[in-house]
């Protein structure tokens, strides 16, 4: 997964956030993990062109792979560098889809990243467009 530097300080509805500068351990706990450094507001971090994203929720699990779940919401920049591997939003046949741009024996196509399920490749025409790239995802998870 790459890793991004945060511009100071970062701002939410006009407050700062606190980032803990540490990576947190996802296996045993660190005691080591209790200093505050910087600031940052989630969604700004996300949204690097702000008059050219837009958001749009997932529906379906063909992005598994990638970190990119049912019912997440995406960031979608409409100015982000369409390049092969990326995640991207694009209208087929006149339907939205969110897949790995991909190239093969010349030609480009939308894969899917879900090594459990079948899902098909979708191969881009003239007629296609892709929206933007994937520049982010928010998940919420139920605290109830």
């Known amino acids: 997964m790459p890793v991004f530097s945060v511009e100071t300080p970062v701002i939410a509805n006009g407050m700062p956030v606190r980032l803990v500068a540490n990576a947190v351990s996802a296996g045993f706990p ?12 989630p969604i700004s971090w996300v949204v690097r062109h702000p008059s050219s994203t837009f958001w749009w929720r997932v529906e379906g699990d063909c992005l598994w792979d990638a970190g990119i779940r049912d019912g ?12 092969v591997g990326r995640a ?42 892709i929206w933007g790239v994937i520049a982010g995802v928010v998940r919420r998870y139920d605290l109830e």
């Open 30 to 41: 660190s005691p080591a993990g209790d200093d505050l450094e910087d600031e940052i507001a």
């Open 72 to 83: 997440d919401i995406i960031a979608v920049d409409r100015a982000g560098k369409r390049r």
């Open 88 to 129: 991207v939003l694009a209208v087929v046949e006149g339907a939205v889809t969110a897949k790995i741009l991909r190239k093969r024996d010349g030609r480009y196509f939308l894969a899917p990243a879900n090594s459990k399920e079948s899902f098909p490749d979708i191969e881009l025409t003239e007629d296609s467009e």
